[in-house]
């Protein structure tokens, strides 16, 4: 697997494979990377015949008081486990190469609607920083196809816009949720959470099907969501949301609506945000 920070040396390796004919895949991440992670690679690697992955902790995606300056930042671990999930190329661009205005002097892309609900209203300007720096790695890598993982479920359906709005030439594809043993999914910001924490965590999960099967048994939707918050802070979160959407815009959905639809939540254990979803594949 080839490194590079620069943009010339990304840029010629991928027309060169690209002159070959061949396809190429792209992972985004931020780093500090983990079976949720590689999974997406494997799939990239299905879906391309050369797979590119960056790493790059994005500061405009990142509010006031967030966990910018603390997110885990494990290049060299990460390499190695790229490596052995046969990566082809790492990214690993420097904040002037993503942003060479500065970040604070960026260009912003917002997407609305599917941007501004649930992670919209609580993360103020999240998504567009999510949208620029991922537009920018488009233009940047040109893949033909890029990898997202579920659980981040509304950053999908934002990417999915950006690329359908700007008539991006890319495929993109999601990839499954990647769970503990315990249900608790994966993700880098589990590594802040102390032994206790970790051991309520997998709560947030557990609230997600109790929801589905809240819903199976026909209760009404806002009833299961206040039931489900309540439920979240007798096991010691703070929730920001609990709730059911259609999975495909997050619309809040009609009464009798049973098809495509899905329970979203967001919760803080201690200082550690967490987000979860799941879809309800109803009988
Ligand atoms: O999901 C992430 O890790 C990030 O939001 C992404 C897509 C790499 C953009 O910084």
Redesign the pocket.
């Known amino acids: 697997m080839r490194t590079v920070g620069d943009l010339r040396a990304l840029r010629a390796c991928v027309r060169a494979w690209k002159q070959e004919g061949r396809r190429v895949g792209f992972v ?3 780093g500090n990377l983990h079976a949720g992670h590689f999974s997406l690679i494997e799939l990239a690697r299905r879906q391309a015949d050369r797979v590119v992955a ?1 790493v ?1 902790v ?1 500061p405009t ?1 990142f509010g006031p008081g967030e966990d910018f300056e603390r997110y885990p930042r494990t290049l060299a671990e990460d390499s190695v486990g790229l490596v052995e999930h046969n990566c082809d190329l790492l990214f690993a661009p420097a904040v002037e190469t993503m942003y060479p205005f500065g970040s604070g002097h960026a260009l912003r892309i917002h997407v609305p609607d599917v941007g501004d609900a649930l992670e919209g209203e609580h993360r103020a300007g999240h998504f567009d920083g ?1 949208a620029t ?2 537009a920018k790695l488009f233009a940047m890598v040109e893949p033909d196809v890029a990898v ?2 579920q659980k ?1 479920w509304q ?1 999908l359906l934002v ?1 999915r816009r950006l690329v359908r709005e700007l008539a991006l030439p890319l495929e993109i594809i999601a990839g499954p949720i990647v769970r503990e043993a315990d249900g608790l999914a994966m993700s880098s910001r589990n590594r802040y959470l102390d032994a206790q924490q970790r051991a309520h965590a997998p709560a947030l999960h557990a609230a997600l099907e109790w929801m589905r099967e809240s819903f199976v048994e026909g209760h009404a939707l806002g009833a299961i969501e206040g039931a489900a918050k309540r439920r979240l802070e007798r096991a010691g979160f703070v929730p920001d949301y609990a709730v059911v959407r259609r999975a495909e815009d997050l619309a809040v959905p009609d009464e009798g609506e049973r098809s495509g639809l899905m329970a979203l939540v967001a919760a803080r254990l201690g200082g550690t945000r967490l987000i979860d979803n799941l879809f309800f594949d109803l009988p």
């Open positions: 985004p991440t931020m960056s790059f994005n995606q999510v720096v991922v997202f993982g981040d950053q990417v």
